[in-house]
């Protein structure tokens, strides 16, 4: 079993929907958890970071983290077509950053 | 500010050859990482270096090695190269344990 799972899509919404994307884990030692977005051929670019459970709002962004069912989730509010993207989850408990596989989004115009 | 900076942003090599791959972190940042990622997949952990130490090690063969410089900057290298050694390799850095910020990667192609 991977330490993480994330659904790898492909997610294709019209440009104004939310897009909801999910993580789950199975190491309860993760403390600190992240968002990346990562465009084509590009390098992860962090959207959202957060340690605790509960919700983190960043403009149409919106980060949730439920540690006592090890689910984390990312919302992206009023999407538009320069959101599509491979969405990454990520986590650590030390210096270690564990990934997941992507979900890759098309948000169409 | 520069963020994370990565040479060269891609290269080719014959199987068998070595390659050293070259990282700036952001100023300020003791800490850098280095992932592998595949097509499709995520990021994979190869190896963290802090204040020039290794602290730690992903699940890599001793073909891959790093180290990094009195000025944080730092370099991975692969030797004797497989085909399966082709990937986008990623440098993180971090002012702790914390958030990573990435750089754009280095393409890596082995023929």
């Known amino acids: 079993q991977k330490e993480v799972e994330q659904d790898p899509g492909p997610l294709s919404v019209p440009e104004g929907a939310i897009v909801s994307l999910n993580c789950t884990y199975s190491?309860?030692?993760?403390?600190?958890f992240m968002w990346y977005r990562q465009y084509s051929r590009k390098g992860p670019e962090l959207l959202m970071y957060t340690y605790s459970s509960g919700n983190k709002e960043d403009g149409r962004f919106t980060a949730q983290v439920d540690k006592s069912s090890k689910y984390i989730s990312l919302f992206i509010r009023d999407s538009q077509p320069s959101d599509s993207a491979t969405y990454l989850c990520a986590m650590n408990n030390d210096y270690k950053l564990s990934f997941g596989a992507g979900t890759t989004v098309t948000v169409r115009a | 500010d520069a963020g994370v900076t990565q040479s060269p942003t891609h290269l080719i090599k014959t199987r068998g050859q070595q390659v050293t791959l070259r990282c700036s972190p952001i100023s300020g940042h003791k800490s850098v990482s280095w992932y592998q990622q595949v097509l499709g997949q995520g990021p994979q952990f190869i190896f963290q270096y802090y204040e020039k130490e290794e602290r730690g090690r992903g699940n890599f063969p001793d073909r891959f090695s790093a180290r990094q410089f009195p000025n944080y900057s730092s370099e991975l290298n692969v030797n004797a190269l497989l085909l399966g050694d082709s990937a986008l390799y990623l440098c993180?850095?971090?002012?702790?344990?914390?958030?990573?910020?990435f750089g754009q990667g280095t393409r890596l192609t082995v023929v």
């Open positions: 993180a850095s971090s002012p702790v344990d914390t958030e990573a910020f």
């Open positions: 190491n309860s030692a993760f403390q600190y």
